[in-house]
């Protein structure tokens, strides 16, 4: 996971995202993996991290959902939350 190409994040926020835990569709990414085969964590939310409203990204996420299912894609929704030690 640490070779992720993290847009615009600096040092304090690329540790950020490599200490979150992300579940898919209610389930542990290990366990989704597991049962899925190989997935993608696509978001509309703080593009290139920059940190926008709570409500312009609710309406950037309707977008994409909105986007996924008029192109007939399969998804899930995927959740992800910072470990905190």
Not at 6 to 14: L, S, T, V, W, Y
Not at 45 to 59: K, T, W
């Amino acid at each position: 996971m640490t070779d992720l190409p993290i847009e615009g994040a600096g040092p304090e926020q690329r540790a950020a995202y490599l200490e979150t835990e992300v579940t898919v569709g209610g389930l542990s990414a290990a366990d989704a993996l597991a049962e899925m085969g190989s997935f993608w964590v696509v978001t509309a939310c703080n593009p290139f991290s920059e940190e926008l409203s709570s409500a312009v990204n609710a309406g950037r996420h309707a977008e994409l959902c909105q986007r996924l299912g008029n192109d007939g894609l399969t998804w899930l929704p995927a959740a992800g939350c910072r470990l905190v030690a």
